[in-house]
């Protein structure tokens, strides 16, 4: 039976934002997020996520299976621990792990975990070796290896600070063990906080034995800066991309795709540089994307083509093609093998199968049928000032280019409008409707031009 707490009640000050620094986000979901998707496939029995500062805001963007538990004020990692212990069902083990590093695997945890139990240990920490162990607390080890104490870099002397393993701060702790340690642990230290680092001297002053596993440093990583959460969520894009690929996706220069955590890519899709799928976008197989695409929420079924659009919220339909240049918004729905080309702008609407608005329209508010075509210029004029209204468009329509379709209008099946109309009545089926004045030709106008010209010069 084991535990989880994760400790996310600290404010991040290096991050200089108002927002937790848990609640920030690489690749699409928050750094308390990716230490929750390591923690899940373990199945452990309970998990507790430690808030406090900005509780409301982390509150916010955990699910609802975890236990939150409120640490006020933060008195340090012992105290966080202690918070958690005491909103947990009780447990022979506790794994602790700090909300702020994203990079830890699953691998590492169960590791971790099976390095516990093999040692019989009452606490095994996690720990890497570092070029530059800065800022870090460090381990400390007795002549035959055996862990003696972690100490705070701002409470170590120079020969601790020389010493280049670290704490990571995720640890499994036999839960008696730590119970029986964490009231003696006080806060004379340089920081005035409690720190869990005591527990691992108080457990080995009481002859207990710590167990450690060390890791590849790059999981060892936390995020206090803008500047380290944007190097994890490189790490992370690129590991995203690896396991795309491996499983079949095709990348055009993976350095240039960025892949969110919850984006499904189906092996088989092609991915072009400069592509950003966010959201819950889903791309399926034989789906050819970008170059130069930023798909958010968005869903693009197989064989389907987009280059150099803007997608939010949007279905594109099995074999359909977007763009180049082309913005579709929440509700546009491209069905088969329909088109929206080139500065083409399409909101809440349905472009039925096989139809076209191959190029510089805005399509608002619409219903296209079958097999139908918008001219270049075509305009759903859907907003009267106050209100947003329908167009409706039958199969087999041909708008001509530059047609205002002002709304509500409908356009029956197989009708035509005459380019350049401002269509204000319904067309019936079949009909042609043409709305501009008749063509009128002033003969001879250049000469006449000409002539008063020279007149005017004398
Ligand atoms: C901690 C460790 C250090 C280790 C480092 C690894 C301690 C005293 N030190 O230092 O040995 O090398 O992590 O990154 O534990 N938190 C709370 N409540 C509090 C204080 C902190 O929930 O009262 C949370 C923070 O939100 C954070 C984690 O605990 O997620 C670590 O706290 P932080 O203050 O960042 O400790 P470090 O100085 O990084
Ligand atoms: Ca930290």
Redesign the pocket.
């Known amino acids: 039976m084991t535990t989880a707490i994760v ?4 404010k991040g000050t290096r991050m200089r934002s108002d927002l937790p ?2 609640a920030h986000r690489a690749m699409g979901r928050t750094l308390v997020g990716w230490v929750l998707a390591a923690l899940e496939p373990l199945h452990l029995d309970e998990t507790v996520v ?1 808030v ?1 500062h900005g509780a409301d805001e982390v509150r916010a963007v955990l699910p609802d299976e975890v236990t939150v538990a409120v ?1 006020e004020p ?4 012992a ?2 621990v202690e918070v958690g212990l005491a909103a947990a069902a009780p447990t022979e083990r506790v794994l602790v792990i ?3 590093m994203p990079l830890l695997t699953t691998a590492t945890l169960e590791g971790l975990l099976a390095a516990h139990a093999d040692a019989e240990a009452a606490a095994t920490m996690l720990t890497a070796v570092l070029d530059d162990p800065t800022g ?2 460090r381990v400390v080890r007795d002549d035959a290896g055996r862990v003696l104490a ?1 100490v ?1 870099e701002r409470d170590a002397d120079a020969a601790t600070r020389a010493i280049h393993e ?4 995720v640890y499994v702790f036999d839960t008696a063990a730590l119970a029986a340690v964490l009231p003696r642990i006080g806060d004379a230290n340089h920081q005035g ?1 409690r ?3 005591d527990a691992v001297g108080l457990l080995v002053a009481d002859g207990a034995t710590i167990a450690t596993l060390t890791t590849d440093p790059e999981e060892a990583e ?1 995020v206090n800066t803008h500047v380290q959460l944007a190097h994890v969520a490189a790490v992370l894009r690129r590991r995203i991309n690896r396991r795309l690929m491996e499983a079949g996706v095709a990348m055009v220069d993976p350095d240039r795709i960025h892949v969110e955590a919850d984006v499904a890519v189906a092996p088989g899709a092609t991915l072009w540089p400069n592509v950003y799928l966010r959201g819950a976008t889903e791309i399926a197989a034989g789906a050819e994307v970008g170059p130069d695409v930023d798909a958010l929420d968005t869903t693009i079924a197989e064989g389907a083509r987009v280059r150099n659009a803007v997608l939010d919220g949007a279905v594109v339909g099995p074999r359909a093609t977007v763009g180049p240049y082309a913005y579709l918004r929440p509700g546009a729905v491209l069905e088969e093998g329909a088109k929206a080309g080139c500065h083409v702008e399409i909101k809440n609407s349905v472009v039925g199968r096989g139809s076209k608005v191959p190029h510089l329209a805005y399509v608002g508010d619409a219903t296209i049928g079958e097999d139908s075509n918008l001219g270049a210029g075509t305009v759903t004029v859907n907003y009267d000032g106050y209100e947003k209204h329908r167009t409706i468009i039958g199969d087999r329509v041909r708008i001509g280019s530059d047609t205002m379709l002002v709304a509500p209008v409908e356009i029956g099946d197989e009708a035509y409008t005459g380019a350049g109309s401002v269509i204000t009545r319904d067309v019936p089926p079949g009909t042609l409707a043409v709305e501009r004045s008749p063509q009128t030709h002033v003969e001879g106008y250049a000469e006449r031009r000409k002539r008063r010209a020279q007149e005017k010069r004398g």
């Not at 400790?7 to 600290?10: E, V």
């Not at 670290?166 to 701060?169: R, V």
């Open positions: 400790l996310a009640a600290g620094k848990v430690v406090g640490q933060q008195r340090g990692t105290d966080a700090p909300g702020d870090y607390g972690v705070e670290m704490n990571t701060s906080e720190y869990l680092t936390g």
